[in-house]
Nanobody, 123 residues
């Protein structure tokens, strides 16, 4: 079984920065490759939404609300994905989840989620 483990969340003041990390671990040897990776977030009382995604080739996609402030990147050799968050706003407060689409050679990807890391933006 593969696990995704997020880290880097915490309390930050408005205008501050944080970097989230997500590491894929466990039975990595059993997968062919990691396809798309991404970050989602869920604020209290709201649905989970896509924040940013990155393909295995490095193409990125961002939610309009974070474009220009957040940057997603990945390290394929280490099976990790990062989210650099700048100019944080109170409305960025949420639990942030890591997501990865894994290729087991089945002809379709298998979706995995981390357990989430809390980001709180408050003065």
């Amino acid at each position: 079984q593969v696990q995704l483990v997020e880290s880097g969340g915490g309390l930050v003041q408005p205008g501050g920065s944080l970097r989230l990390s997500c590491a894929a671990s466990g039975s990595i040897f059993s997968i062919i490759s990691i396809n798309d990776m991404g970050w989602y977030r869920q604020a209290p009382g709201k649905e989970r939404e896509l924040v940013a995604a990155i393909t295995s080739g490095g193409s990125t996609n961002y939610a309009a609300s974070v474009k220009g402030r957040f940057t997603i990147s990945r390290d394929n050799a280490r099976n990790m994905v990062y989210l650099h968050m700048n100019s944080l706003k109170p409305e960025d407060t949420a639990v942030y989840y890591c997501n990865a689409d894994l290729d087991y050679g089945l002809g379709y990807g298998v979706d995995y989620w981390g357990k989430g890391t809390l980001v709180t933006v408050s003065s």
